[in-house]
């Protein structure tokens, strides 16, 4: 139930840690990340136990992506429509039941293929739902001199289970049944739902013509605010050819470790973890760098760390480059993913933030499939180190680019 008489006390000064709301949000956040860590593990081994098919391994991460790409307006849509306690609600609930009913059909030992495929839709599409209103939700929540801070402090928390949810979720399918451990899921999907209930409500507000106006019209709104400023245009064509250039090289790096530099699974797994400790190192760093630097200048410089990633790529010789690289483009992608947050929650109306959100995620979405594509029937035939160079070129460019902008010059 909505309480609406519920108000947030948003006081600049306050400190996060005393902020009810915003603690509430960073509780189902992570749980709902290491709900995420145990299906992307459990479910891709239950369904090569069934078939002993890799494609149909990667056609399930292919439906992510697909769902993120075809769903993500729409998703603005709905969270930019309603109470985004309700749409965090909403979301919780559809991902409670979906692994509840997984669950279920697992310890009767009756699961089917084609379910697998239709709840991994809905699941996906929870997620999707979940991510945009928790985006909109954080600038009601938080001051707005704290919004760099707060996306901050949620990054740390995503990264941590980034570094730890692989390890919980390796451990429960290795001594559990999938049934045991998709019940462990369940209990962290309980948790994300136990934290959004206690929110208070998130009403937006929204007159009776914006109500009236078709979800096709309001898609249309989304990407019309991001493209009409200029803050908000450049910085999508940098996350576009960003996005771009990540996905030719994460695409073919797990080949090109194994087939060029003959890594071990344990080296393959080391790298992982370094460029995961990398991550956090941004986070941790970001704020102390907005105190003392321009948002803009800061934004804009991380690129070199993604231009000597590429580097070290070209001219690796052994595993620990590639660990070396991956730690800086974390880094980097830390920093500048916070900041970019922060800077479109604080440029964007709060009622067309959603929109704003899913336009740019149906962007990341699918241009990501594209480049693993790409590069995959490129490393077929030719020299997988033809894509690093490429992404040194991208990379340099984007900086170039970036120095001659207005983002560059006046974001403080």
Known sequence: MENPEQKIDVVPSRSLWKNRPFLLLIGSTTSSSLGLFMYSLVIPILLYSMTQSPLLISTMRLLEFLVGGTLGVVAGVIVDRINRRTALISAAILQWITIATLTLFLFM?????????????????????????????LPQIVAKDQLTEANAKLGIFKDSVRLFGPLVAGASVATL?????????????????????????????????????????????????????????????????????????????????????????????????????????????????????????????????????????????SWWMIAIGMAMYSFSTAISNTIYHAVRQELTPNDMLGRVSGSVATIVQLTMPLGVILSGLWAEFFDVRVIFYVNIVFSSAILLCLMRTTFHKTVK
């Open 109 to 137: 030992g009756n699961i089917q293929l084609w379910a697998l495929y239709f709840f991994g839709f809905l699941y996906f599409t929870s997620g999707l739902l979940n991510t945009n209103a928790g985006h909109a939700a």
């Open 177 to 317: 049944s999938y049934a045991g451990a998709m019940s462990i899921q369940l209990l962290f999907v309980t948790i994300t739902l136990s934290c959004v209930l206690f929110l208070p409500s998130l009403q937006i507000k929204t007159t009776k013509k914006q109500e009236q106006r078709s979800v096709w019209k309001e898609t249309k709104e989304g990407f019309h605010e991001i493209f009409q400023n200029p803050l908000l245009r450049v910085t999508t064509y940098v996350i576009f050819f960003q996005n771009f250039g990540f996905s030719l090289t994460i695409g073919i790096l797990l080949f090109f470790a194994v087939d060029y530099l003959q890594a071990t699974p344990q080296q393959i797994g080391a790298y992982l973890s370094i460029g995961g400790i990398g991550g956090l190192l941004g986070l941790f760093a970001v704020k102390r760098l907005v105190d003392r630097f321009p948002r803009g200048k800061i934004y804009t410089y991380t690129n070199i760390f993604d231009i000597l990633f590429f580097v070290m790529l070209a001219f690796a010789t």
